[in-house]
């Protein structure tokens, strides 16, 4: 594989709106050049995935990977991308990938996932000179990206993993994925990738804790629901802590106010998604019984995003996933512009998500993201 970034080796990103077959003549013909060994496809009507995977596949042959999942709005160089289709190659010349499905999330098939995965970390080994990462597509309305997480976190210790949870829009209905012109439902996609660019981790949110802590006095974490806070209905003492009449408790005010955990050493966002009967939380995160949550208040939504990439320095694409939440505060702030110029100064491209994952933990409200760099001449 080619050492320094060209464009034939570098990734490309583009992005179209249209029928599916519109889409699919755009995308075959902006990769053609690519000739890639990998796709991403987020598509904001799920619908158009398993069209597009399976035109994509049957294109660049049986070399070449097709993963998609729908989204919740994508962005590319451009900026945001509402109604239509964001999509990333990565060419054979400098990358290599592997894939698989974790089926049926809900039946805890846990070893059966784990065999597999160390079966691919195999055939797919570490080689001198090269970065080896893992990305994971997960349905984002199973409730189970924690599981999944965790357990490739355990088989797989030493890579570096990151991945976001399939959207729906604001519906918070279906969520779709499929590989190769293949969907399933209640299930994960999971990519090993070797390439010859380095690679660097990009994660930011945007929160700070502020005031007293309150403790989940009763709890559903297999179904992402808080009953109570403090021993009072969730919902009720939620609006009291932030200021709220809970009759105005939506979209807005969960944003604005995410609940806070603690976890291995930094605070990690637990969203809001809604309110149930009786005055629950519903969440996009397990939170347990005896939890000690604070309430999150936001800082720059886009300065800590800019440090980091001047930190890491130019890029040839940043891969990100960022929260739907994330996403309705920026529109409610009128920053739209300024992530538009985020993109296009770093080429920063992909996804809303229903959440994030990295490090071996599910969270939300947080942008994950992997910068390829150049590595120069060999």
Not at 42 to 64: E, H, I, K, N, Y
Not at 69 to 84: N, P, Q, R, T, V
Not at 138 to 156: K, N, Q
Not at 291 to 298: D, E, K, N, Q, Y
């Amino acid at each position: 594989m080619a050492r320094a970034a060209s464009p034939h080796t570098r990734p490309c990103v583009a992005s179209a709106r249209g029928t599916a077959e519109d889409v699919l003549d755009a995308l075959a013909l902006a990769f053609a050049a690519s000739r890639p060994a990998l796709v991403l496809v987020f598509a904001s009507d799920g619908q158009m995935l398993v069209p597009l995977t399976g035109g994509l596949s049957r294109w660049f042959g049986p070399g070449c990977r097709v993963l998609g999942c729908s989204s919740a709005g994508g962005f590319a160089f451009d900026g945001y991308a509402d109604d239509g289709v964001v999509a990333v190659a990565f060419p054979a010349l400098a990358f290599r990938a592997e894939a698989l499905w974790l089926s049926n999330l809900r039946r805890h098939m846990a070893l059966d996932w784990m065999v597999a995965l160390r079966n691919m970390a195999e055939r797919l080994p570490q080689m001198p000179g090269q970065s080896r990462f893992g990305l994971m597509l997960i349905d984002g309305m199973s409730g189970r990206e924690e599981l999944v997480t965790t357990t490739v976190d355990a088989t797989l210790p030493d890579l570096l993993v990151l991945g976001g949870s399939a959207g729906d829009g604001l519906r918070f209905g279906q969520t779709h994925l499929a590989m190769d012109g293949e969907s399933r439902p209640e299930s994960a996609l999971f990519c090993l990738i070797a390439t010859d660019f380095a690679i660097e981790e990009v994660v930011f949110d945007h929160f700070v804790p502020v005031g007293q802590k309150m403790v989940v006095t009763s709890a559903d974490p297999d179904n992402r629901l808080i009953h109570e806070i403090n021993g009072e209905p969730a919902a009720l003492e939620y609006a009291r802590l932030i200021g709220v009449d809970a009759a105005n408790l939506g979209p807005r005010a969960f944003a604005e106010n995410p609940l806070l955990e603690r976890s291995a050493g930094r605070h990690v966002v637990r969203a809001i998604s809604g309110v149930g009967e009786g005055g629950t939380l519903s969440l996009m995160s397990a939170v347990q019984t005896g939890a000690i949550l604070t309430i999150g208040r936001p800082e720059s939504l886009t300065e800590g995003l800019r440090h980091r990439m001047e930190e890491i320095g130019q890029a040839e694409l940043v891969l990100g996933f960022d929260c739907i939440l994330r996403r309705i505060a920026v529109e409610q702030a009128g920053e739209q512009e300024t992530v538009g110029r985020l993109c296009r100064d770093y080429r920063i491209a992909g996804f809303n998500t229903y959440g994030e994952q990295h490090g071996g933990t599910h969270v939300n409200q947080t942008f994950v993201g992997l910068a390829f760099l150049d590595r120069g001449p060999p």
